[in-house]
């Protein structure tokens, strides 16, 4: 058993936002994958990671330049933003 893993909206956009951009690259797929093996680590270790601003979390992507920004609240990752790493946030 597992955490429980909750996109909030904004991560759902800035997620979105990036496949668009790999799309018109063909690496839509692959970011996608890359972001899929990240969640599933985070289902399994979420404390891996340290707390680095205002209790957010920050996982990088292995193969894109991207991070996800989540929080741990009892059984359940919620993941506040999905970022390029050279975005302000």
Known sequence: MGFKVQLLREA???LHTAECFYSAKNLSR???EDFSRQ????KTTPHSFQVKYRGIRVLNFEQFNYSI???IENDEVI???ILNQRQKF
């Open 12 to 14: 759902t956009i800035e």
């Open 30 to 32: 692959q970011f996608l």
């Open 39 to 42: 969640v599933q680590f985070l």
């Open 69 to 71: 920004h989540y929080k």
């Open 79 to 81: 993941i506040f933003r």
